[in-house]
């Protein structure tokens, strides 16, 4: 006859004590190891194997710890728990520890039934982790069962990583380069999107007609879409990629009970009809309701968040309506940029060649219109091309004229504009950035003699490279070094590879012998640019004197976070749209920057007819629009490529005569001194919508009280960061491990494993690396999620974090384990932090939850440790509150405990201890209690998905640990 054991009962099999889980069935128990992880979970058939009913042993009296035994006990506990009992199923497994206002757009998802977001917070709030949590949670809760994140394939390894470095999602990448490897290990007639259930997918990549429909049959029912303001079209002119984006994006939100997360930094940036087709995605009726009025701006909070940094830097505090600042929290994000331009003057060489190259340019598109409409457009785009490299470098320059133009080979106007614009302006509205760093070519076969003028301007070029001639090199090398000497390390922008890799080469050895110089641009591929900036990272050590210099192109200029290397940005070249000089510094000026102010320094010339006129227009009218709001506001595109394009038009038509002349003080240039004018007055507009927005949209759809009241129940079940690296830290020093600080990075530190007990090596080995382990690498400890093969990341869910808990608990646990013990379930501690007896209980609860969802209820058994103390004698306790028993973790030994007085006076305990049994009996109802009113609080707007849930508590708790705590002796007296 076989035995049936309830969910949540402890048994024995297999030598070692288990779980039984509520998948179980009479014939098959499905067991967790006691302590253990998701991992070990493991079938028992009873037929054929015994198992029998187990009772959690009580302590040992013989057995005592010191004072820091019963915190590393219950860090040992937490940090092994998997399944948390609170509503956030997911925050327990994962490897980020969110800010307070990141849980917003989590709580306000998981009060719908089926997701439709628009996460529009400030660039550098943390977007990714918002909807990382929000995928994380819906996964862990069966609401969805895959995933596809839609992204720039730049962008495509960076979401790969922290998916699973941060959330634990393994997900495939399909792009281009990656779609036939895959689709070769399909099952005939299998879709990769079947096989595969979480994917990172190339949004340009799958827009093709050729695989959107595929996705769009087995498209996952979790859609998270980056960058999502570049896939929408706009009413009034839209670009054919955009076109093709947004027709995808209708196809995936047209499933009505699909999650779809859209993702973007600038949803509106003043453009209506683009923000209404964002809308339009998430539900239909929202692209036309009237946002004016509060009906509209009611049915709207729901899916939309939209928060500048002011509105999170610091949060849960009492200006937020909260009665005191217990849970406050301080973002550090840098507070400002500090703008300085620097001005050059070219050489009379370089002049000179400009002069020429302009002449030419200009014979060009005057021969040009003479020939038709075609052929003044390439030559157009030919000149802009010829105008900027030479602008921008030699090297730039001389690659462009010797580089047929892409234009050249354009069968009409209209395609001459879409193959030109793309390579030799900014919109902001560019497809992608992928291959745009490419230096532009200039040479068009159909012009004659053509080919033998621009070689000889080309030779000219190449022949004034270096500082000598090259007085903007000259310029950079001046201002990098004032930089450098401040402690900075800066990353420098440029427009073009060949640039790029020009800077720096002739920077490399200029800048002092500890300063590293490297270079990265569209020439590597995503994965390469990180391995290169880590390179950096590495070859300048930790000499606090060493210092990086990073030369990009635009290729870094989006998704790629730098600010942990990097706290300066130099604008090497003008961009012609703000917008990308903003992409440029958003990249250092974000969360984690450790710089308060990050300095940015723009490089122009005053005397090469384009750049002072573009700073004056474009740039500073941008900067200020961002001091006025707080935010950026795109430019509009169509206005400003009108004021560009009537400076190079001048640039072209009048040569070199005045060309140094003001641009709006002379008759001539009235024409671009309208059309600034107008894209003056069309900036402003659009930055006053932009404003009145966010003021509509302000986040008022979950209040700060709420948060708090969640953040505080997280914090008590899962503790905080500081709780794992203090663990970590004590827990290798009382086994006999060597910790070194790293100063370089404050909070990481290396530490030597060889003196450490076999069972811990044995145990880190596979997660560290056996070689780490057995040649006794000393191992780096890090405060980031992201670590490279043989460190750990101070971080609960890191394998070798886990494996240490694991060994710590487990030796706790058997009193007969050999070598050091850092944790144990008993304790006598003689100190001052009491003045009357004092008992501290580590209790361990099991929870059954009943959890509906739109996929079918699901029976989970989830655990929970928590710390009781009370006064006096178990049979006469005064219970004393959380915070006094979280007190005593910090209490210090001020006297010694002799061992015999010590074990005397715990078994004195332990067998009274019978008596509080009631007491942790109604405890324990009373977090089930809690446990339920905070799963019905969040997700308090869907009554189906509240209906049939329960929260119950296991009878008896399990008592881990017992600790006494007795006043200190006076001195003179005896214990």
């Excluded at 830097?313 to 937020?320: G, H, N, S, V």
């Excluded at 067998?911 to 997700?939: C, F, K, Q």
């Amino acid at each position: 006859m076989t035995t049936t054991f309830s969910a949540g009962t402890l048994v024995s099999a297999r030598g070692r004590d288990w779980v039984v889980l509520p998948e179980s069935a009479p014939d098959m128990l499905v067991l967790r190891p006691l302590g253990g992880a998701d991992d070990d979970i493991a079938a028992v058939f009873p037929a054929f194997e015994r198992v029998t009913g187990a009772q959690f042993a009580d302590p040992s009296p013989t057995d005592l710890g010191d004072a820091q035994a019963a915190g590393l006990l219950r860090s040992a506990l937490r940090i092994g728990f998997r399944s948390g009992a609170g509503p956030f199923r997911s925050l327990a497994g994962i490897a980020v520890e969110p800010r307070a206002y990141q849980l917003v757009p989590l709580m306000m998802a998981l009060r719908q039934q089926t997701v439709r977001m628009l996460i529009s917070d400030d660039v550098g709030i943390g977007k990714t982790v918002e909807a990382g949590l929000i995928a994380s949670e819906l996964l862990a809760q069966g609401s969805a069962r895959g995933l596809a994140v839609l992204c720039a394939p730049a962008l495509a390894e960076q979401w790969q990583k922290e998916l699973h470095s941060k959330f634990g999602i393994d997900a495939e990448l399909v792009l281009a380069s990656t779609v036939s490897r895959l689709e070769r290990g399909l099952d005939l007639g299998q879709s990769l999107f079947d096989r595969h259930p979480h994917v990172i997918v190339s949004t340009d990549f799958i827009k093709s007609t050729r695989h959107r429909d595929d996705f769009v049959r087995h498209c996952p029912d979790l859609v998270i879409v980056d960058e999502a303001h570049t896939c929408v079209a706009a009413d009034d002119a839209t670009t054919a990629q955009n076109q093709l984006r947004f027709e995808l994006l209708q196809r995936v939100a047209a499933k009505a009970d699909r999650h779809l997360l859209l993702v973007t930094a600038t949803p509106h940036s003043g453009k209506e009809g683009a923000f209404r087709n964002l809308l339009g995605l998430l539900k239909p009726e929202l692209a036309t309701v009237d946002l004016g009025s509060d009906a509209g701006r009611r049915a709207l909070a729901p899916h939309f968040v939209h928060r500048k940094r002011a509105d999170v830097r610091q949060y849960l505090t009492r200006e937020d309506g909260l009665a005191d600042d217990s849970l406050a929290e301080r973002t550090s994000f840098p507070s400002d940029r500090h703008f300085k331009d620097e001005t050059y003057k070219l050489s009379p060489a370089y002049r000179a060649l400009l002069d020429d190259a302009v002449a030419y340019a200009g014979e060009r598109v005057s021969a040009a219109d003479k020939r038709g409409r075609r052929e003044v457009r390439i030559a157009w785009w030919s000149a802009i091309a010829l105008l900027r490299s030479l602008v921008s470098s030699p090297r730039a320059a001389a690659q462009t004229l010797r580089t047929r133009s892409a234009t050249a080979a354009a069968a009409t106007a209209d395609e001459a504009d879409r193959l030109g614009a793309p390579l030799t302006s900014d919109s902001a509205d560019t497809d992608a950035l992928e291959g745009l760093d490419v230096a532009p070519g200039a040479e068009a076969a159909d012009v004659e003699h053509a080919g033998a003028r621009l070689a000889e301007l080309a030779d000219r070029a190449a022949k004034l490279e270096g500082p000598t001639e090259d007085r903007k090199l000259a310029a950079l090398v001046t201002h990098l070094k004032a930089l450098l000497k401040e402690g900075y390390h800066p990353i420098v922008f440029c427009r073009y590879i060949p640039t790029a890799e020009y800077v720096a080469e002739h920077l490399d050895g200029k800048l002092g012998r500890k300063t590293v110089v490297r270079a990265v641009t569209g020439t590597l591929s995503p994965q390469q640019r990180i391995e290169r900036i880590e390179e950096l990272a590495r070859d300048a050590g930790d000499d606090p004197a060493a210092r990086r210099v990073l030369v990009a192109t635009d290729c870094l200029s989006e998704g790629v976070n730098l600010q942990h290397h990097f706290d300066a940005v130099v604008h090497y070249d003008l961009a012609w749209n703000p917008t990308r000089h903003d992409q440029r510094e958003g990249r250092v000026d974000r969360f984690g920057q450790k710089r308060d102010v990050v300095k940015v320094i723009t490089v122009y010339g005053s005397d090469n007819g384009i750049d002072g006129k573009v700073l004056d227009v474009l740039i500073r009218k941008h900067r200020q629009i961002r001091k006025d709001l707080g935010i950026s506001v795109s430019v509009p595109d169509e206005a400003s490529a009108g004021v560009t394009d009537a400076i190079v038009e001048w640039m072209l038509l009048h040569g070199r005569d005045n060309a140094q002349g003001s641009l709006f003080d002379v008759d001539e240039y009235r024409a671009i001194d309208k059309k600034a004018a107008a894209l003056a007055a069309d900036w402003q507009s659009a930055a006053e919508r932009e404003k009145a927005s966010r003021s509509r949209f302000a986040q008022h759809t979950i209040r700060p009280e709420e948060v708090a009241r969640e953040v505080a129940a997280v914090r008590d079940t899962l503790g905080r960061a500081q709780e794992i690296r203090s663990f970590v830290r004590q827990s290798l020093r009382a086994l006999d491990g060597v910790l070194r600080d790293d100063p370089a990075r404050p909070g990481d530190f290396t530490a030597e494993l060889g003196g450490t007990p076999a069972g811990l090596r044995d145990a880190l080995a596979p997660v560290l690396g056996g070689d780490v382990v057995e040649l006794g690498r000393p191992v780096r400890f890090r405060t980031i999620a992201a670590v490279d093969r043989g460190e750990a990341a101070l971080v609960r869910t890191d394998p070798a974090v886990v494996a240490l808990a694991g060994y710590v608990l487990n030796a706790a646990l058997d009193a007969q384990a050999a070598g050091p013990r850092p944790a144990r379930r008993c304790g006598v501690v003689r100190t001052r932090a009491v003045a009357s007896r004092t008992t501290l209980l580590v209790a361990r609860y099991r929870f059954h939850l009943t959890l509906p969802s739109r996929a079918g209820t699901r029976q989970i058994l989830a655990e929970d440790a928590r710390l009781l103390a009370f006064s006096g004698a178990p049979g006469n306790a005064t219970w004393l509150p959380t915070d006094d028993a979280l007190a005593l973790l910090d209490a210090t030994a001020d006297a010694n405990t002799d061992p015999g007085f010590g074990e005397r006076t715990m078994r004195r305990l332990l067998d009274e201890l019978p008596a509080v049994t009631d007491h942790l009996r109604e405890y324990g109802e009373e977090l089930a209690a809690e446990l339920l009113a905070s799963h019905r609080r969040v997700r308090s707007a869907s009554g189906e998905i509240v209906r049939g849930l329960a929260v119950t508590v296991q009878d008896r708790a399990d008592v881990l640990g017992a600790y006494v705590y007795l006043p200190a002796p006076t001195a003179g007296a005896v214990a």
